[in-house]
């Protein structure tokens, strides 16, 4: 019913900058909360930013501490997508990166969670 796309990994050295998209299309009612989670091989799946609906000057963000002054997740809800900007990106912020939405589907006006494939962030020192 809806997919998630993501898009903008790649290989960076330390230092470097990436800029991760998310688009989520189908059978969209409504997008609540985004965010983006990570996973390093060998650990669990975590947080790294999140960000509620709504206008832009009533969203409201949330960050891992490693990531805070260092990343900025935006959305722009017209296009039903998600960003993540990553500045001074270190090797361990090394990892597969997901993204992550709750969404209130057409169909059964029900709120779902869905996620991305996954895009591969490879931070070389």
């Known amino acids: 019913q809806v997919q998630l796309v993501e898009s903008g990994g790649g290989l960076v050295q330390a230092g470097g900058s990436l800029r991760l998209s998310c688009a989520a299309s189908?059978?969209?009612?409504?997008?609540?909360?985004m965010g983006w989670y990570r996973q390093a091989p060998g650990k669990q799946r975590e947080l790294v930013a999140a960000?509620?609906?709504?206008?832009?000057?009533?969203?409201?963000?949330n960050y891992a501490d490693s990531v805070k002054g260092r990343f900025t997740i935006s959305r722009d809800n017209a296009k039903n997508t998600v960003y993540l900007q990553m500045n001074s990106l270190k090797p361990e912020d090394t990892a597969v990166y997901y993204c992550?939405?709750?969404?209130?589907?057409?169909?059964?006006?029900?709120?779902?969670?869905?996620w991305g494939q996954g895009t591969q962030v490879t931070v070389s020192s």
């Open positions: 960000i509620t609906s709504g206008r832009s000057s009533g969203q409201s963000t």
């Open positions: 992550n939405a709750d969404v209130v589907v057409t169909t059964t006006i029900h709120g779902y969670d869905y």
């Open positions: 189908g059978s969209i009612f409504r997008i609540n909360a």
